[in-house]
């Protein structure tokens, strides 16, 4: 798969999660494979575009390319403009949000909402892609809602405004994040454009992949709720889609190092204080893959000092050796 002079393949992505794709937990997917981890998304509001919270979202450290960068805006000009900051900051590409299914987002006519308004939606493709150099992707639902399937429809447009690759995830706005994602559309779409499609929704496990791949004829898979806690589920999943074997779940040591590194990378970039804060959704994902895990979670989740949490935790891993 190439979008502009980035190329993958097997594509294997992971998907774009807010308070999740953080630099730390990109890093630590990228210890597993070649993957393109997408960044978590940022507000085209020029009151939040430059601001520390922001700051810390196009931090790319020395992860590899593509650095990927989500926006989400209703507003061209404000789209263009967030456009340009973000390729000025480093982004190797740019994706923009019409998928988000959030109350107050779809309020501000922002994220899937966009998939009501197609004569906005071109609107704010075209400014983007003709405001920065670099590739320009678009991230969708199937559409608004089962009567309002008009995801290939938006396809079309995005690939005429010149958008590079299309994501879709198999659920309308309505479903939220209940039912089972649905793949038919999604073949429908790869169908209709010629720009790579990457099927997204419910993918946990190399041989799902395969399946949805096998079954929407899409040039790749993307990968959101099956990472989390599982960092190395990318990086298996392109092994199995390279060669055919699936390298399985790693050794449960591996799996301890990798919530050890994970912690390590998260703490250097946010500072103990808020930083052990903020790693307790990770702990909990982590943890409850462990027999006995989410008992575990609730005393260390306490804990409000590194040594403490270390020592903690390594003494709850030891024993599932
Ligand atoms: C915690 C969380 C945060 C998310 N944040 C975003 C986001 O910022 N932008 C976006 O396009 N989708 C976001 N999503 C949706 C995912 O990118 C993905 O489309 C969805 O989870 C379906 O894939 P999955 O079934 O593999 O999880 C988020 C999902 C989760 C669970």
Same mark, same amino acid.
């Given at each position: 798969m190439n979008v502009g002079a980035f190329s993958l393949s097997p594509a294997v992505m992971v998907a774009p999660m807010a308070g999740v794709t953080d630099l730390p937990f990109r890093e630590t997917v990228h210890d597993f494979g070649r993957v393109w981890v997408e960044g978590e998304m %940022? =507000?085209?509001?020029?009151?939040?575009? @430059? =601001?520390?919270?922001? @700051? #810390?979202? &196009?931090? +790319? !450290?020395? @992860? *590899? =390319? *593509? #650095? &990927?960068?989500? $926006? $989400? !805006?209703? %507003? *061209?000009?404000?789209?263009? #403009?967030?456009?340009? +900051? %973000?390729e000025e900051c480093g982004a190797d590409i740019i994706d923009i949000n019409m998928g988000c299914p959030a109350k107050k987002i779809c309020k501000t006519d922002c994220g899937s909402a966009l998939m009501k308004n197609l004569p906005l939606a071109d609107e704010i493709i075209r400014g983007v892609c003709g405001t920065v150099s670099v590739p320009v992707t678009l991230k969708m639902r199937t559409g608004w809602d089962s009567d309002h399937l008009n995801? *290939? @429809? $938006?396809? #079309? &447009?995005?690939? =005429?405004a010149g958008v590079r690759l299309i994501t879709v995830h198999g659920r309308t706005r309505e479903q939220g994040y209940s039912g089972e994602a649905e793949y038919r559309t999604i073949r429908e779409i790869r169908s209709a454009v010629r720009i790579p499609v990457i099927a997204n929704g419910d993918i946990d496990s190399p041989q799902k992949a395969a399946s949805v791949l096998d079954f929407t004829g899409a040039d790749g898979i993307m990968v959101g709720r099956g990472a989390l806690g599982a960092p190395w589920l990318p990086g298996r999943i392109s092994a199995y889609l390279e060669t055919g074997v699936d390298p399985g779940e790693p050794s449960v040591q591996e799996k301890a190092e990798t919530v050890f590194r994970h912690l390590k990378r998260h703490l250097d970039f946010y500072g103990e204080k808020n930083g052990i804060r903020s790693f307790r959704k990770h702990l909990l994902w982590y943890l409850e893959r462990f027999p006995g895990g989410t008992e575990a979670f609730r005393p260390l989740s306490r804990l409000s000092n590194t040594s403490e949490l270390v020592s903690g935790l390594s003494i709850f891993l030891k024993k599932t050796f």
């Open positions: %940022v =507000s085209a509001n020029p009151d939040l575009l @430059e =601001s520390n919270e922001s @700051e #810390r979202k &196009i931090a +790319f !450290g020395d @992860e *590899p =390319s *593509p #650095r &990927i960068v989500q $926006l $989400l !805006g209703t %507003v *061209p000009a404000w789209m263009n #403009r967030a456009a340009s +900051f %973000v995801a *290939p @429809e $938006l396809a #079309r &447009i995005a690939e =005429s």
